[in-house]
């Protein structure tokens, strides 16, 4: 675990300890606090799955057209012994299609990792060490013909196809790996079978990757020496029919909004306003934190801004972080409404395109504030409601993309109301720039010295298009 500055117990604010590398303990409130993939978290979860009995369960999908299954599995046996890993071997019923076949054998597996492959004599065991090698570096390794290093030993024209076939979805769902057709896959069990799968065909191979994608996981392909056996015509036509026939489908899950990468992926759309939004605020955010060296990103997503810089990144959404873990800063899962961490701790605190997604509540603002030092800078990003531009534009996207983002913005806030409302905090506006000329940042001071803040501001109706004076009064602002 990378060490986080300045983590506390969320309730009671003070230390944490650390019980090895699996959990934090709070000796004050009594309470444990998991950390996953490196990743302290404070955010209650769903129960995880069922224990693992053995490292490895490898999960065998046996042909009923003569297959050399008993070959195929003393083969396995003894490279499974050599390499001391401690495995169960099931081999999956063939009466069924492939991707309700795999989804049987992923409820039966209790391996901590689970790894799938054809009993048809198209690999040599020796496929297992790379792959079995590689388990602590992603969470899906790939075994493929396609990289540097593999082959594939079929017919020129069955090549050609395999080829195009990956490359055809590799391109049209944004999936940057070679071999997407290989079922020789090993998969983290206690990820993959938290996934709700439904394909039924071979596009089951296509699914459990975007389904891992989204969840912010890793995937890697290791080199694999493919030798065709005869029938691998057949397996290759219904691999295309599969994939072709839900495409739209994988399509549309790949590109939705819940997808770990959604936001750092907009960094790079081929939408010109989605492509400019992001380079922009990433543009104004970095350059207003300028100088700052400790630097706190509050619901940072996936967004390209952890990556410019050191900083803690905190976020509610487990995925979005496994994702950010490319970027090397200290991740945390947390909430806004309990920030996890000693009062003044940052001398900068970033929160862009959060307020609006929470209800409105003055915890959101006091807890940012706490964790500021005194003179230390806040950078406060959200669409500014008093502006017609962003409401023609939300109003429009609304409609271009339902259940994208535009129906998530539950609170509303106007430039002049949020202004004097932290204001009143004791908070100096340095400045206020533009996205698009529709969602405002604030850059905003600390007071050096402490601010009785009177009586707490209502931020009830988000703070939009209300008259000034009624903010300033303290009645709420309808
Ligand atoms: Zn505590």
Redesign the pocket.
């Known amino acids: 675990m990378i060490a986080v500055p300045g983590l506390a ?1 969320p ?2 604010r ?1 230390e944490l300890r650390t019980d090895g590398e699996a959990t934090l303990s ?1 000796d ?2 009594s ?1 444990s606090y998991p950390v996953f993939d490196g990743i302290p978290s404070f955010v209650p979860l769903a129960p995880g799955g069922r224990p693992s009995r053995h490292q490895l369960s490898v999960l065998v999908s046996a042909r009923n057209d003569g297959a050399p299954l008993d070959r195929v599995l003393a083969a396995l046996r003894q490279e499974l012994r050599s390499l001391a890993i401690d495995h169960e071997l099931i081999v999956m019923d063939s009466g069924s299609t492939y991707g309700r076949t795999l989804r049987r054998g992923l409820e039966q597996a209790t391996g901590e990792y689970v790894l799938t492959l054809d009993a048809d004599g198209s690999h040599d065991p020796s496929f297992l060490h790379p792959i079995w090698a590689a388990r602590t570096d992603a969470e899906v390794v790939i075994a493929s013909r396609y990289v540097e290093g593999g082959s594939a030993d079929m017919p020129r024209a069955r090549r050609a196809l395999s080829r195009m076939l990956n490359r055809g979805l590799r391109r049209g769902l944004s999936l940057p790996y070679s071999d997407l057709s290989s079922g020789y896959r090993m998969y983290r069990r206690a990820a993959v079978e938290a996934l709700p799968l439904e394909a039924t065909g071979f596009d089951i191979l296509q699914e459990i990757l975007i389904r891992m994608v989204a969840e912010g996981y890793r995937v890697r392909e290791v080199p694999f020496r493919y030798q065709a056996p005869g029938r691998s015509r057949a397996w290759l036509a219904r691999f295309a029919v599969s994939n072709l026939k839900t495409f739209g489908a994988m399509w549309k899950l790949r590109n939705s909004i819940a997808s770990a990468d959604y936001d750092a992926r907009a960094y790079d759309s081929i939408i010109p306003l989605q492509r400019y939004w992001q380079r922009r605020r990433y543009q104004v955010i970095t350059t207003m934190a300028a100088g700052a060296q400790r630097v706190l990103d509050v619901g940072c997503g996936s967004s390209r801004i952890i990556g410019s810089g050191r900083m803690v990144a905190l976020d509610i959404v487990l995925a979005k972080l496994r994702y950010a873990r490319r970027y090397g800063n200290p991740l945390v899962h947390g909430s806004i409404f309990d920030l996890p961490f000693k009062d003044a701790t940052f001398d900068c605190v970033i929160c862009s395109e959060v307020v609006e997604h929470v209800p409105a509540d003055e915890r959101v603002f006091s807890e940012l504030d706490r964790v500021l030092e005194p003179g230390g800078r806040l950078i406060l990003g959200t669409p500014d409601y008093d502006r017609w531009r962003w409401r023609a534009l939300e109003w429009l996207y609304g409609r271009l993309a339902p259940g994208g983002y535009a129906d998530e913005h539950i609170t509303h806030y106007g430039r002049t109301n949020l202004g004097a409302y932290l204001t009143a905090r004791g908070m100096t506006v340095d400045a206020v720039d533009y996205v698009a000329g529709s969602e405002m940042v604030f850059s905003l001071r600390k007071s050096a010295a402490p601010v009785a803040v009177v009586s707490p501001l209502p931020v009830a109706a988000g703070l939009r298009g209300a008259r000034k004076e009624a903010v300033a009064s303290g009645e709420p602002a309808s």
């Open positions: 117990c309730a009671c003070k709070c004050t409130c309470v």
